[in-house]
């Protein structure tokens, strides 16, 4: 069967075929490192993890890039704040990055370009669209000039005459039309630049995927992601500038992720709703908040609350559940039973319900529904008096292959004892602040690693169930 995939340059599906038959090429807009990252940063970090999982599990050997931005106003304000330089606050929050997504199972790129690194890169594509009559340079600052773009709208589906009636040009900018767009910043005083044909300063927001994406994977690649705040201007301007210098289409597939809602609101720093995962993730398990993501179709707004992801943790327990009682029951087993062959059959039938979900437009939402049906495939048969081992363990291979391709896992993790004696703090000081939600939560993650807690008049103590 062929994957099938909404491409937002056509608003349509379209069979998957890549360029090159069994590679895909594939760069993922990545984050502005200068503080942790949101909810909103997560979704497509999770999302875009998952395809790139579910093309490797249909063997195609995938070549992943997601760039990191080390340097822009937002990383030069928060640099002053700190006390700091640009460059440590990169450094601190890249790791951070790293740590918060790995928590929530996604794999790293096969390349995580940096634009600080890249600079070489970007200044002679600049120098290359002046010298082909799409840009200009006005007192050390460089803009595009959109109109010079025949096609600009095409991934937005805007007419250019419509974002004309929406631009203006600010007083003091330089820029010979309200619709054009800067390249390369003039260095302003004290703030961290790089020396290029115009001058000290620093390139613009958009140049740098076109830069890095035609450096890391060739003038036209097979797929071009990111969350769908960045289909316009940001993904537009990239195929303005990359197919005015190379004369070739970017990328075949554009896809773009929805955007995600908190309580029910539009989430916005404005609005003060933005929520960390650096901040979830020491409350709930980011195996759940990942499951939560791949509950909703990616291109779907989803809504989050705290509500819902204590919904989706109790769905995600019963298919652990499900998952830890077929572990248990391997032991006992036999292989005496005479349909093993009819079991192993249904079993199947569910392994390819997934595939066929996940190949319509990678839908992990009813891919999802398959795995609840499994489980309660699952559950029915360890209900049978007899059961065989070979039928336990087609079950377990199911889950394991099935939740591997979402980037879950149904195994239960064994807590060191060290960490055991922290959460058993944590839980007291919960107790004495009132906080009676994080105790109970703390109390069921407990319970749920086999540990039992017994109070005692030294204090509490605990063993292994």
């Known amino acids: ?110 390349i995580h370009p940096r634009v600080t690194e890249n600079m070489d890169s970007i200044i002679e594509f600049i120098d290359k669209l002046i010298e082909k009559g799409y840009a200009y340079e006005a007192e050390g600052d460089v803009y595009y000039k959109t109109r010079s773009f025949g096609e600009y709208g095409k991934l937005s589906h805007q007419s250019i005459d419509d974002l004309r009636s ?30 290029s044909p115009w001058g000290r300063g620093r390139p613009g927001w958009h140049i740098e995927c076109s830069a890095m994406a035609k450096k890391y994977l060739g003038d036209t690649i097979d797929i071009h992601a990111g969350g769908q705040d960045l289909t316009f201007p940001h993904h537009e301007n990239e195929i303005a500038q990359t197919e005015a210098l190379t004369e070739k289409p970017f990328a ?95 079993i199947n039938e569910f392994r390819e319900q997934f595939v066929k979900e996940m190949d319509d437009d990678f839908n992990t939402a009813n891919a999802i529904s398959i795995l609840f049906e499994l489980s309660k495939l699952a559950n029915y048969y360890l209900q049978e008096k007899n059961t065989a081992e070979v039928v336990i363990q087609a079950f377990v291979e199911a889950f394991d292959e099935l939740a591997e391709i979402l980037g879950l896992s149904f195994k239960q993790t064994e807590l060191l004892d060290e960490e055991i004696e922290i959460m058993i703090q944590q839980r007291i000081q919960a ?35």
């Open 1 to 110: 069967m062929a994957i099938k995939l909404y491409n937002t340059l056509t608003r349509k599906k379209e069979i998957f075929e890549p360029i090159e038959a069994g590679k895909v090429k594939m760069y993922v807009c990545g984050p502005t490192v200068y503080n942790y990252i949101h909810i909103g940063n997560a979704r497509p970090a999770i999302v875009f993890d998952t395809i790139r999982r579910y093309l490797e599990y249909r063997e195609y050997e995938v070549q992943f890039v997601s760039n990191f931005t080390d340097v822009d106003d937002k990383l030069i304000k928060a640099a002053k704040e700190l006390g700091t330089d640009v460059s440590s606050v990169a450094e601190r929050f890249i790791g951070a990055y790293f740590e918060d997504v790995a928590s929530l199972g996604c794999k790293t790129a096969d």
């Open 166 to 195: 929406g631009a203006r040009i600010e007083v003091g900018e330089k820029k010979k039309d309200s619709l054009d767009f800067v390249l390369w910043k003039a260095a302003k005083e004290g703030e961290i630049s790089w020396d």
């Open 252 to 346: 075949k597939y554009w896809i773009h992720n929805g955007y995600i809602n908190i309580n029910n609101e539009k989430m916005s720093k404005s609005l003060g709703n933005f929520v960390l995962v650096h901040d979830i993730v020491k409350h709930h398990d980011p195996q759940v908040l990942r499951f939560f993501m791949l509950s909703v179709h990616y291109r779907h707004p989803i809504n989050y609350s705290d509500e819902l992801l204590e919904s989706t943790r109790n769905a995600f327990d019963r298919l652990k559940t499900s998952y830890t009682n077929l572990k248990h029951r391997v032991e006992s087993s036999t292989n005496l039973t005479s349909n093993n062959e009819e079991w192993t059959r249904k």
């Open 431 to 465: 107790r004495k602040d009132r906080n009676f939600a994080l105790s109970d939560e703390i109390r069921d993650k407990l319970k749920e690693m086999n540990i039992i807690l017994e109070d005692t008049p030294q204090g509490i103590r605990w063993k292994r169930g």
